[in-house]
């Protein structure tokens, strides 16, 4: 890519659409966007950047924005606090405001200062004035509701006014009353385990971890002190083989992966809703044949040397079909609440499971199907969702059984003594090609994809393949992507992960075809996005973290710290201002501190120097591999000479004994949330994820090891002394006698 000089008439555009112009580096240096960068981002904002003239008028048109809507498609306040509307009319008409509440309560807005303008907006004189929000509204999704006679119609199309039964002109917009703060806090320090759930194979799962495990697992660690379990996203990926690994790449984020179902679990709904006794008396011998078969082939794949998600997809799905045609012929509460669920989700569910049923007919990339079923809204998609309304409704029906598995896993896990319970991880995007860039249309961004830009951490930046969200639409379209799919992302759980939480206040966005660190920032209204995640998480009853790893404003970390949303500090990452290992007494109170991520190696590896050889080996460094080994090196003495000093471990320890006190030191510390790799419990070695690779490494596919590289089962992992002294070092609290 080229690097010309922004005009000044692209620069003003840019940043009327928070496009950075310049930034700083990850070494402080200052970096000044070119103009190729900025024409890309804007063109995917659908601005047409061709030359001076087009970039003038798209300059006119962002002035004359707020003035083309009778109503703000968003309007946000706080609780608590009185906001202000304004509202625009063609000029001289008179109107009446109220805000409409969830419970279909109508409160009237009293008009708070004389007409302004008019403003010419196409011909048309256009006025505004503002209305009072009242600081005593409940929390909630309202709507802004504004009505006027008639007599101005047709001028008032333009402003989005329309006629109502009464012939009344009406315009609404998104009124969201958000909460200061998270509803939930926590009273004293916690700890809890972090786990990839398909790793978590017991003797009866399926190829990958299911949610019956991870209630082993979280049961495991109740009976330790533990109070969460905080696991990889579970996001679904396409439904077709080759299955996508990576658990940060799905293809939405609404809905479940349904490959953590436990299928034994839903034969015991589908028998208890017949009435009978066991599965025998419920399916013909056939049928109870072929699933005896699917169960042990997709047990047989628990051995492989890497996860075969492939061969266990295929029989649960089978299984699972197989299951559903028995439960649809079922009247019964549980499939009346199927009903109910259905409802709820509405639109969005449908989509996503037509979505699914199109890619088995077709493929897992909706580019390439024929052009009429490139959109959720043509003829030709409804007559195929008739078509194919059974199968349609089974992949609603797996949604409708993960959530009931989800929540009934977060009641045991809290029946057990967790004070949290599931602590589920909100992925930064999704893939291009998969549902929710079908489903959602012009709200993502096309021709850009989302990244980090290079850091110390990755000295090449890093391109995620991701398709943005449009900070614009979400504006228009009243953040209501974002409600949904937090709403699903908090159903059966007591707390959040926010992967690269910078994502609520700016993104790195990459035009296709460029190298990564050859993006810019776009930001996204911060206060919007942190208002609605804090409204979602009262309604859940969750506390929220965001992962602020890599580069992050300063405004970032104040936001966070005053709408009390908990921060990430990963040790190997943490250095005081002599350069040496942070203390973790000097660590934030409101934060995750953990030794590692699931971006490194297992403690083990890291003292080892594993991650040093695997980025030699694929290639990532900038310089010389034996200078990277030195500074690590002598970064893991700083932390061993740390641990020595206080009294954490004696001379010449084994690396077991330095896991463990590593272990030890960062529970006693500051932060009020601990957590604790289930890799470290077994002792493993190896990282589960190298940012910056593809194919090049087994990324997200390795099954948990232990320190000679042979699979651990969840059975063993629960019987390991290891896993119980490393788990009882991590507790915050004394134990109970």
């Known amino acids: 890519m080229t690097t010309t000089t922004p005009s000044p008439t692209?620069?003003?555009?840019?940043?009327?659409?928070?496009?950075?112009?310049?930034?700083?580096?990850?070494?402080?240096?200052?970096?000044?966007?070119?103009?190729?960068?900025?024409?890309?981002?804007?063109?995917?904002?659908?601005?047409?950047?061709?030359?001076?003239?087009?970039?003038?008028?798209?300059?006119?048109?962002?002035?004359?924005?707020?003035?083309?809507?009778?109503?703000?498609?968003?309007?946000?306040?706080?609780?608590?606090?009185?906001?202000?509307?304004?509202?625009?009319?063609?000029?001289?008409?008179?109107?009446?405001?109220?805000?409409?509440?969830?419970?279909?309560?109508?409160?009237?807005?009293?008009?708070?200062?004389?007409?302004?303008?008019?403003?010419?907006?196409?011909?048309?004189?256009?006025?505004?004035?503002?209305?009072?929000?009242?600081?005593?509204?409940?929390?909630?999704?309202?709507?802004?509701?504004?009505?006027?006679?008639?007599?101005?119609?047709?001028?008032?199309?333009?402003?989005?006014?329309?006629?109502?039964?009464?012939?009344?002109?009406?315009?609404?917009?998104?009124?969201?009353?958000?909460?200061?703060?998270?509803?939930?806090?926590?009273?004293?320090?916690?700890?809890?385990?972090?786990?990839?759930?398909?790793?978590?194979?017991?003797?009866?799962?399926?190829?990958?971890?299911?949610?019956?495990?991870?209630?082993?697992?979280?049961?495991?660690?109740?009976?330790?002190?533990?109070?969460?379990?905080?696991?990889?996203?579970?996001?679904?990926?396409?439904?077709?083989?080759?299955?996508?690994?990576?658990?940060?790449?799905?293809?939405?984020?609404?809905?479940?992966?349904?490959?953590?179902?436990?299928?034994?679990?839903?034969?015991?709904?589908?028998?208890?809703?017949?009435?009978?006794?066991?599965?025998?008396?419920?399916?013909?011998?056939?049928?109870?044949?072929?699933?005896?078969?699917?169960?042990?082939?997709?047990?047989?794949?628990?051995?492989?040397?890497?996860?075969?998600?492939?061969r266990g997809w295929l029989a649960k799905v089978e299984a699972l079909w197989l299951l559903f045609k028995v439960a649809v012929r079922l009247d019964h509460q549980r499939w009346r609440a199927f009903g109910d669920f259905c409802d709820e989700?509405?639109?969005?569910?449908?989509?996503?499971?037509?979505?699914?049923v199109l890619a088995e007919q077709f493929g897992g990339d909706w580019r390439e199907w024929p052009e009429a079923l490139q959109t959720p809204h043509s003829p030709e998609v409804e007559a195929f969702r008739q078509q194919h309304a059974l199968r349609v409704q089974f992949y609603a029906w797996l949604q409708f059984e993960a959530r009931q598995q989800s929540i009934a896993t977060q009641d045991a896990l809290r029946n057990a003594g967790m004070s949290i319970g599931v602590m589920r991880d909100l992925a930064v995007g999704v893939a291009g090609a998969g549902a929710d860039a079908w489903a959602l249309g012009a709200a993502m961004a096309r021709g850009v994809t989302v990244g980090a830009p290079p850091d110390a951490f990755n000295q090449l930046g890093q391109n995620w393949g991701q398709p943005p969200l449009r900070p614009d639409s979400l504006y228009l379209q009243g953040y209501e992507p974002m409600r949904a799919l937090l709403r699903n992302a908090f159903a059966g759980a007591g707390a959040l992960r926010i992967d690269h939480i910078l994502g609520f206040f700016r993104l790195w966005w990459v035009p296709a075809g460029a190298s990564a660190d050859a993006g810019t920032y776009v930001a996204y209204d911060y206060d919007a996005m942190l208002g609605v995640l804090l409204l979602e998480a009262g309604r859940a009853g969750a506390i929220v973290v965001g992962e602020d790893l890599g580069v992050v404003s300063d405004l970032t970390r104040e936001q966070m710290r005053q709408r009390h949303v908990y921060g990430t500090q990963i040790m190997w990452f943490e250095r005081d201002a002599q350069g040496r290992p942070k203390a973790p007494a000097?660590?934030?109170?409101?934060?995750?501190?953990?030794?590692?991520?699931?971006?490194?190696?297992?403690?083990?590896?890291?003292?080892?120097?594993?991650?040093?050889?695997?980025?030699?080996?694929?290639?990532?460094?900038?310089?010389?591999?034996?200078?990277?080994?030195?500074?690590?090196?002598?970064?893991?003495?700083?932390?061993?000479?740390?641990?020595?000093?206080?009294?954490?471990?004696?001379?010449?320890?084994?690396?077991?004994?330095?896991?463990?006190?590593?272990?030890?030191?960062?529970?006693?510390?500051?932060?009020?949330?601990?957590?604790?790799?289930?890799?470290?419990?077994a002792g493993d070695r190896r990282a589960i994820n190298q940012p910056g690779t593809d194919s090049e490494y087994p990324n997200w596919r390795l099954p948990l090891s232990d320190a000679s590289g042979a699979m651990v089962s969840l059975e063993a992992l629960t019987e390991s002394n290891f896993a119980d002294e490393l788990a009882r070092a991590s507790q915050r609290r004394e134990p109970q006698q």
Not at 68 to 74: A, L, M, Y
Not at 242 to 268: G, H, K, M, W
Not at 624 to 631: L, S
Request: proline share 6%; aromatic share 6%; glycine share 6%.
């Open 345 to 356: 989700e509405a639109e969005p569910l449908v989509n996503f499971a037509t979505w699914c």
């Open 586 to 681: 000097d660590y934030r109170v409101e934060c995750l501190a953990t030794v590692t991520t699931h971006d490194l190696p297992p403690t083990a590896g890291y003292l080892e120097l594993a991650h040093v050889a695997l980025r030699d080996q694929l290639g990532l460094y900038t310089r010389p591999v034996a200078e990277e080994r030195a500074e690590e090196q002598s970064w893991v003495t700083a932390h061993i000479h740390a641990l020595q000093q206080e009294g954490w471990i004696g001379d010449a320890p084994t690396t077991e004994q330095v896991v463990l006190g590593l272990h030890r030191r960062l529970a006693s510390g500051a932060s009020r949330v601990f957590g604790v790799s289930v890799a470290d419990l």
């Open 10 to 310: 692209l620069l003003q555009l840019a940043e009327r659409y928070g496009v950075a112009t310049s930034y700083h580096n990850w070494r402080g240096e200052h970096v000044e966007v070119p103009a190729e960068t900025l024409k890309a981002v804007l063109a995917a904002l659908d601005i047409d950047v061709t030359d001076e003239h087009t970039l003038t008028e798209a300059l006119r048109a962002a002035d004359e924005q707020p003035w083309r809507h009778g109503v703000p498609p968003t309007t946000m306040v706080r609780q608590g606090s009185a906001g202000e509307v304004a509202i625009h009319v063609p000029h001289g008409a008179s109107v009446d405001a109220v805000a409409v509440l969830e419970t279909g309560e109508s409160v009237p807005l009293q008009q708070v200062d004389n007409w302004n303008g008019p403003a010419n907006i196409d011909g048309l004189e256009v006025g505004e004035a503002s209305f009072r929000i009242p600081n005593d509204l409940p929390l909630g999704w309202h709507r802004v509701r504004v009505t006027m006679g008639s007599e101005a119609a047709a001028q008032a199309e333009m402003l989005g006014y329309r006629p109502d039964e009464d012939a009344r002109l009406v315009a609404t917009g998104a009124l969201i009353v958000v909460p200061e703060r998270p509803a939930t806090q926590l009273d004293e320090p916690v700890w809890g385990l972090m786990t990839q759930m398909y790793q978590l194979r017991s003797r009866r799962s399926w190829a990958v971890g299911d949610l019956a495990d991870l209630q082993v697992l979280g049961q495991w660690g109740a009976e330790r002190d533990a109070d969460f379990v905080l696991i990889n996203p579970v996001h679904a990926p396409a439904p077709v083989t080759p299955i996508t690994p990576s658990p940060y790449l799905p293809t939405t984020r609404q809905f479940i992966d349904p490959s953590i179902l436990s299928v034994e679990a839903v034969i015991d709904e589908v028998v208890a809703a017949s009435g009978k006794s066991s599965l025998a008396d419920v399916v013909d011998a056939s049928t109870l044949r072929r699933l005896s078969d699917l169960t042990r082939d997709a047990r047989l794949a628990n051995t492989g040397e890497v996860i075969d998600r492939d």
